[in-house]
């Protein structure tokens, strides 16, 4: 029996619909939680964050880690900008955030994003 592609697709995602929640209950279920092998501090130095140039409690790097075991280090910078569309709406508020995926069994990086957002400021 042949099957096509969009066939062998759905049933891929079946199956992983079906067996990922299974697998997460039994890493969770079978020894409790487990500790993680890193801290706050060194998952933020692998990630090159720190606290230089903060203003605000929200510029300050923070960490947190997952049942998977992926730590998820998170730095949000605030900003202002009056260049291009925002000379014309009283200025933009510029949020920039860095986002930093971390192994805790190996200490790797898995996944680096940036995103960028102007917030006008309408007065």
Not at 105 to 110: A, D, E, F, I, N
Request: charged letters at 25%; glycine letters at 8%.
């Amino acid at each position: 029996m042949l099957i096509g592609p969009s066939a062998r697709r759905d049933l891929a995602v079946g199956l992983f619909t079906v067996i990922m929640p299974c697998m997460l209950v039994a890493q969770v279920s079978g020894s409790g939680l487990v500790a993680p092998r890193l801290d706050e501090a060194a998952v933020l130095r692998i990630a090159h964050m720190d606290e230089r140039g903060t203003k605000s409690e929200l510029e300050i790097p923070q960490a947190r880690v997952d049942t998977m075991g992926v730590w998820h280090a998170v730095q949000v910078r605030v900003g202002h900008t009056n260049r291009g569309f925002c000379g014309k709406v009283n200025g933009c508020t510029v949020l920039r955030q860095r986002t930093v995926l971390v192994d805790d069994r190996t200490g790797r990086v898995l996944h680096r994003s940036k995103q960028k957002s102007l917030v006008p400021n309408y007065e």
